[in-house]
């Protein structure tokens, strides 16, 4: 019972001090070795830029994480759903898995060019980019909880009578969780990474199209600070899915 709180106190505590170490390292690097700004700006001229300037910042942040949002919120039950599917149907596994391998060994840059065919510059481009970034990664992790299920529990199930939708919801999905859920962690970064991606290729707004463009007239520290709050959207996304694990899996203890 003690080392609970000193394991909730480590888990607050640590990433805390690495945070000070690391970006006080920084701004002391800066200032001894006289780094020009123009180069890497330190973090207090980032922080700064960011409070200073989040009215011109804001609606790029905005625009990204809506676009984030969508495309990670689209992705979760599609990819649950599918992978629930094609582990249920062996034909239906042999006949798409290939495809669902293939979009996460393409390079989503490789099908942006289509993409803004079809779709335009505009939102829509970039929630389907993340969409297809994050559906292949929740659904591989969907489906290696759900084949993987002991097979002492479906025996149970099945010498109770119950049909598939049954075994699915009472056993296989519940046991499932912990795969379901890394895929849903890894795709809050694969949304961020991949919606910032099209932003600098396929946008005239969002956080990525103002990187490039800071990046371009050598404005620095402002390039980093979007850098900053991208990674603020990312590790939100990330830490509300490790939150509401936390929540789903309080039934194992």
């Known amino acids: 019972m003690e080392e609970k709180p000193m394991s909730r106190m480590s888990e607050i505590l640590a990433p805390v001090i690495m945070f000070f170490v690391i970006f006080g390292g920084w701004e002391l690097c800066i200032r001894i070795f006289e780094v020009p700004k123009v180069l890497v700006p330190g973090p207090l001229a980032i922080?700064?830029?960011?409070?200073?300037?989040?009215?011109?910042?804001?609606?790029?942040?905005?625009?990204?994480?809506?676009?984030?949002?969508?495309?990670?919120?689209?992705?979760?039950?599609c990819g649950i759903l599918f992978a629930a599917v094609i582990t249920n149907f062996r034909l239906v596994n042999d006949a798409l898995s290939p495809f669902v391998i293939l979009l996460v060994t393409t390079p989503l840059m490789t099908l942006m060019p289509i993409l803004c065919i079809q779709l335009g510059f505009g939102m829509n481009v970039r929630v389907i980019g993340a969409l297809i970034q994050c559906f292949p990664i929740i659904n591989m992790n969907a489906c290696t909880g759900f084949n993987n299920v002991p097979k002492l529990r479906l025996e149970l199930m099945q010498s109770l009578r119950a049909n598939r939708i049954q075994r699915f919801f009472y056993v296989i999905f519940p046991t499932a969780l912990p795969d379901v859920f890394s895929g849903i962690?890894?795709?809050?970064?694969?949304?961020?990474?991949?919606?910032?991606?099209?932003?600098?290729?396929?946008?005239?707004?969002?956080?990525?199209?103002?990187?490039?463009?800071?990046?371009?007239?050598?404005?620095?520290?402002?390039?980093?600070?979007?850098?900053f709050l991208v990674a603020a959207v990312g590790l939100l996304l990330y830490g509300l899915a490790s939150l509401l694990e936390r929540k789903a899996l309080n039934w194992k203890t």
């Open 47 to 77: 922080f700064q830029c960011i409070f200073e300037n989040f009215d011109e910042l804001a609606p790029h942040f905005w625009i990204s994480s809506a676009t984030i949002l969508s495309g990670y919120l689209l992705a979760i039950p």
């Open 185 to 227: 962690k890894l795709a809050a970064i694969f949304a961020t990474t991949a919606c910032i991606g099209i932003e600098f290729v396929a946008s005239s707004a969002g956080l990525g199209n103002r990187i490039s463009y800071y990046t371009v007239y050598y404005k620095t520290e402002y390039a980093f600070a979007c850098i």
